[in-house]
């Protein structure tokens, strides 16, 4: 299986396009409404499906007070085997629309992730990851006769074993972890405060609302600007919200017009963030490739200047033909750091410096604004 883990290449056509008019909510039911997009069509889903909590009557703390808990009509089912065949249609309706290198998310908890999960399987998607989202304020489980539940599981899939070219951003999510690997266990908070959207009588609208920094994290991980997401179950748009402010494009589908109706005015208050803080993240084997010679032609460095390592122990003269000089021994920025340190390799970029007025310059300080150049002719 294929995958790109460091997100749009340099070369890669960039898609630019208007937020307000990419982003819409389609009011019906997500079978129905999926059905009537083009196959292939989709980069990313993000599923929040009913839960089908199974609850029994009214939910109460040990003083008798009422829990606000789920008990919609649409978290009720009538069987397990009837919840199993909304699972597989919804399933199979998200997977004729994924292109095939998009991802699905889907997030449940111990009352039906496992059903779906199997589900998935037997469909043919293929499993990349579990992610565990741990709830830093979870609801207490009030009857003291279970554990608390703290945490959601999310499965990330690919739409079958034998796809190629998936997104996953990994060098962005590693920069931003502290050059730590991304964990599969999220430790987000619950949707609260002035993010809950709550109607004019001062109750929540959705009583499942997921955090922006959950969706964010999502998004983020595994999608570009420019993508196409979609949500099956829209809710209150999150994802809606979520998609806009970071240049995705978007389609909810939503059954229930009252929560439509919140999620457009939810998403219409949001704007993208401005395009420089979304470009993809560059490794340095996407970045255009710059030779040492081009520093000299560009009047960067002179030939006869001098290079140094970052202590000053090692001093290499600088050629007209871009070959750096130590000693007797003649090579590339590279060959003659290694024989600096006497070691087989060296990244000659990251080792040798030019003294300036301000002290010494990294030289691939000097690549870096080179590429920025290209970037952005």
Not at 72 to 89: E, L
Not at 131 to 153: D, L, Y
Not at 353 to 363: A, D, F, M, P, R
Request: proline share 5%.
């Amino acid at each position: 299986m294929g995958v790109s883990r460091r997100g749009a290449s340099a070369k890669a056509p960039r898609t630019k396009f208007d937020s307000a008019s990419e982003t819409r909510i389609v009011v019906g039911d997500c079978v129905a409404e999926m059905s009537k997009l083009p196959a292939g069509s989709v980069d990313l889903v993000f599923a929040d499906p009913p839960y089908n909590l199974q609850l029994k009557g009214d939910l109460k703390r040990p003083d008798e007070s009422h829990v606000d808990a789920v008990n919609n009509d649409w978290d009720k089912f009538s069987s397990f085997a009837a919840y199993d065949d909304f699972t597989r249609a919804w399933l199979l309706a998200c997977r004729r629309v994924m292109k095939p290198s998009a991802t699905l998310w889907v997030i449940g908890s111990y009352h039906n992730i496992f059903r779906v999960g199997a589900i998935m399987q037997d469909l043919g998607f293929w499993v990349l990851n579990d992610i565990v989202w741990r709830k830093t304020n979870p609801m207490p489980n009030f009857r003291g006769r279970r554990f608390t539940n703290a945490h959601e599981t999310m499965i990330w899939a690919a739409r079958d074993e034998n796809a190629k070219g998936y997104t996953f951003n990994y060098e962005a999510l590693k920069a931003a972890n502290e050059d730590v690997q991304a964990r599969s266990d999220w430790l987000i908070p619950l949707c609260t405060g002035e993010e809950r959207l709550k109607g004019a009588d001062g109750k929540k609208v959705h009583p499942t609302q997921k955090p922006e920094g959950l969706l964010a994290r999502v998004l983020l991980s595994s999608s570009r600007p420019g993508d196409l997401v979609i949500d099956p179950f829209n809710g209150t748009g999150t994802t809606g919200a979520v998609a806009k402010r970071l240049g995705r494009r978007y389609i909810g589908f939503e059954r229930d017009r009252t929560y439509a109706a919140a999620a457009q005015a939810r998403i219409a208050s949001i704007e993208a963030l401005p395009e420089a803080t979304l470009a993809p993240f560059m490794t340095a084997r996407d970045a255009p490739r710059v030779a040492f010679s081009e520093l000299i032609e560009r009047g960067m460095i002179s030939p006869g200047t001098k290079l140094f390592d970052a202590k000053k122990r090692h001093g290499a003269l600088v050629r007209a033909d871009g070959a750096i000089m130590l000693g007797d021994k003649v090579g590339s920025i590279h060959r003659i750091g290694a024989v600096a340190q006497g070691s087989g390799a060296c990244n000659g970029w990251t080792f040798w410096h030019v003294e300036t007025n301000q002290g010494l310059k990294l030289i691939d300080t000097m690549r870096a604004e080179i590429r920025s150049e290209m970037a952005a002719s």
